[in-house]
């Protein structure tokens, strides 16, 4: 009786723990499917943590004499009259500042295109203050302002030594009142002047004003002044 009593609960034990194993088998497995979703969600948490935005304030100063446009990838952001300041804030993930600066108008109110046309500057390339002058890069800009004591109109050119923009129309003097008009921005280059010609859009003779002459500008606006004293 005890050897059958021995063989029956051997046999009870036996039973019990293929029983038991199965749930244990289960607990195991859904331990690790745990452990696997967080791993998976503790890489996607890490994945998404990228460089946090913040403000960043630049202070703007324009010297030049044009008024200019400050856009922030590619929004309008700011306008500025010459020589002014003004504060500007923008995104730390904004990639590029830009700005334009206004062209003069001819006789029938449209903008007569110069050298400068759109400067882009990386956002992250700004420490606070971003100065616009007549030096953009490595090239120096100037723009003029030009008085006619002559009692007949002229119309102003602008030479690179290959072309000429036709830039200003400039009035005769009337009286003791001289004729003036102003000019956009152009690049000083060895064979740069400012031409006064006889006739209308750029036509006849000319005196000029030599790039020698045009390099006499005030410092950071670029303008320089001129003067006709006797006609082309």
């Known amino acids: 009786m005890i050897t059958s009593v021995d063989v029956g609960v051997v046999r009870h034990s036996r039973v019990a723990g293929a029983g038991s194993g199965a749930p244990h088998h289960r607990v195991s497995q859904l331990l690790g499917l745990v452990a696997m979703v967080l791993m998976a969600a503790c890489e996607r948490a890490g994945g998404a943590s990228g460089p946090t935005e913040f ?90 302002q030009i008085f006619n004591q002559v009692k007949a109109p002229v119309s102003i050119g602008v030479s690179n030594g290959i072309s000429v923009s036709c830039a200003a129309e400039l009035p005769a003097a009337s009286g003791t009142v001289s004729g003036f008009t102003r000019i956009g921005y152009y690049k000083v280059l060895p064979a740069t002047e400012v031409r006064a010609y006889r006739g209308p859009a750029c036509s006849g003779p000319y005196l000029s004003w030599p790039s020698s002459e045009l390099k006499g500008f005030m410092a950071k606006s670029g303008l320089v002044s001129l003067s006709l004293t006797s006609a082309p």
Do not use: F, H
Request: proline residues 7%.
């Open 55 to 144: 403000p960043v304030a630049i202070v703007v100063s324009n010297s030049l004499i044009a008024p200019v446009t400050i856009s922030v990838d590619a929004v309008p952001s700011l306008g500025l009259q010459g020589g002014r300041s003004g504060g500007l804030t923008v995104s730390s993930m904004a990639k590029w500042v830009t700005w334009t600066s206004a062209k003069p108008m001819d006789a029938r109110g449209q903008p007569i295109p110069d050298d400068i046309g759109e400067v882009r500057i990386a956002v992250s390339g700004i420490t606070g203050l971003l100065e616009i002058s007549n030096v953009i890069g490595d090239q120096t800009y100037v723009t003029a």
